[in-house]
């Protein structure tokens, strides 16, 4: 039996060639005596569910921190639309390119963490309180969703997954055209003001979040058990992110419109 030690194997061969076997050359002696016995593996680690947690702890972690120091420091509504702007090209970058590259990943988390402490600051300064039941919905939504899916009681299908991504383009579209109307229209088309449509369209951008969140957990699995790089376990965790910011933002403005400050 041929052992699976290299250095073993290699002297089994030199006993053979000793035994009446063809003469080795001087040239090939040396490139023997030169080769490494041992060739370390170039194939890289599979991503498994704890790389993803590790990666989100780091990933939430840095956009909370800067939130916090953001709130800390009350930077002013100044800063807002540079951090969004920044936050939002690396986002792009990450997700057209599908990079694993951490530094855009928590680059995309420091902008977005500045973005939203100043946000949450103003927010909790005129709705005194409403940051922390802000807090608690996301956790409850982020919660119930992770529930559904690890109970199985809904899973994605590739008509879900196209019907939601669809949804979104189609939701960023109405903001952008809602935007562009509130120029020449206090309120635009109404869908952020305190009126029935925009609570509707608040209720139905907190939906697109938590089905977000259902597409991420399907594309953990899918990874884990299709063997991907552990490198990838950061894209993971950086599309969590994104829809936790989504899902965050969403049920602060909702809360926002039924907020007693009396």
Request: aromatic share 12%; proline share 5%; charged share 10%.
């Amino acid at each position: 039996m041929q052992s699976r030690n290299p250095v073993l194997s290699r002297l089994g061969q030199n006993n053979r060639q000793s035994w009446g076997g063809p003469t080795a050359s001087p040239q090939h002696l040396q490139d023997m005596y030169n080769a490494p016995s041992y060739a370390p593996p170039t194939a890289t680690r599979p991503m498994t569910i704890d790389d993803v947690v590790v990666r989100g702890a780091i990933t939430l972690g840095t956009l909370m921190a800067s939130a916090a120091l953001a709130w800390y420091l009350n930077l002013g509504t100044v800063v807002i639309a540079p951090a969004v702007i920044i936050g939002l090209v690396l986002g792009l970058i990450v997700s057209f390119r599908q990079s694993t590259n951490p530094a855009l990943i928590l680059g995309y988390a420091v902008a977005y963490g500045i973005a939203i402490g100043v946000i949450s600051h103003v927010y909790n300064y005129i709705y005194e309180g409403i940051v922390f039941q802000a807090v608690i919905g996301t956790m409850v939504a982020f919660g119930g969703v992770l529930a559904v899916y690890a109970l199985k009681i809904f899973r994605p299908t590739p008509k879900f997954t196209k019907f939601v991504v669809a949804a979104g383009f189609a939701a960023i579209g109405l903001m952008l055209v809602n935007w562009i109307a509130s120029i020449f229209t206090h309120g635009g088309l109404g869908l952020r003001t305190d009126s029935p449509i925009g609570w509707v369209f608040s209720v139905a951008m907190i939906l697109l979040g938590c089905f977000f969140l259902l597409l991420d957990f399907a594309a953990v699995e899918d990874g884990v058990r299709a063997g991907v790089p552990e490198k990838y376990s950061w894209l993971m965790a950086f599309g969590i992110t994104v829809s936790l910011v989504w899902l965050y933002l969403e049920i602060l403005r909702f809360i926002s419109y039924f907020f007693n400050n009396d």
